[in-house]
């Protein structure tokens, strides 16, 4: 590997932790210091919500499933944060949404939104604020290609699993 090729890699390398880093930020709802004479901004996530995975536990991606779901978790007490593909838009609504049109159409604050560029992957997002923030996820994904960075993914009650069927959400208990 020449020397140019490493450093091209060191740069990527170092962008994406950037883009980790500030996606943490964002979502544990930090401010800056500028910031700390305002009012909170509101509760803080409990947990992470694989949105482009969850908005599909009922066939097709549907924005009212993932409604439901959202919903359910508040009734167990939860403050949800969402993260997305960067290709949800198009999926529910036939053209780009970022984190701010996808939080208008959550009915949720934008802090607890995050859609990844194009070309990241959000299960990097998910995995880092869920490590950092010690936050369970809700997905059916079971993340086996992350749990050698992530071991904890094959805990039980870390990956929090459902179904969608007729209007009502469920939530399965791994068996482990």
């Known amino acids: 590997m020449t020397d140019a090729q490493v450093l091209t890699l060191f740069g990527l390398f170092l962008?994406?932790?950037?883009?980790?880093?500030?996606?943490?930020?964002?979502?544990?709802?930090?401010?800056?210091?500028?910031?700390?004479?305002?009012?909170?901004?509101?509760?803080?996530?409990?947990?992470?919500?694989?949105?482009?995975?969850?908005?599909?536990?009922?066939?097709?991606?549907?924005?009212?499933?993932?409604?439901?779901?959202?919903?359910?978790?508040?009734?167990?007490g939860h403050v949800p944060a969402v993260v997305f593909d960067a290709n949800v838009g198009y999926k529910l609504f036939d053209r780009f949404h970022g984190h701010d049109a996808?939080?208008?159409?959550?009915?949720?604050?934008?802090?607890?939104?995050?859609?990844?560029?194009?070309?990241?992957?959000?299960?990097?997002?998910?995995?880092a604020v869920a490590d950092e923030a010690n936050l369970p996820v809700v997905s059916n994904d079971r993340f086996r290609e992350w749990s050698v960075q992530y071991p904890w993914v094959k805990k039980k009650g870390r990956i929090l699993r459902g179904a969608y069927d007729n209007g009502a959400v469920t939530w399965t208990h791994p068996r482990r």
Not at 24 to 53: K, M, Y
Not at 104 to 117: G, Y
Request: aromatic share 2%.
């Open 15 to 76: 962008l994406g932790l950037l883009a980790t880093l500030l996606v943490v930020r964002a979502l544990r709802g930090a401010r800056d210091a500028a910031d700390q004479d305002a009012p909170p901004a509101g509760p803080e996530a409990t947990v992470i919500v694989d949105g482009s995975n969850v908005m599909h536990w009922g066939g097709d991606p549907s924005l009212s499933v993932l409604l439901r779901v959202l919903d359910a978790l508040r009734d167990l």
């Open 102 to 127: 996808m939080a208008r159409a959550l009915e949720m604050p934008e802090r607890l939104i995050l859609v990844v560029d194009r070309g990241d992957v959000a299960d990097t997002a998910i995995l």
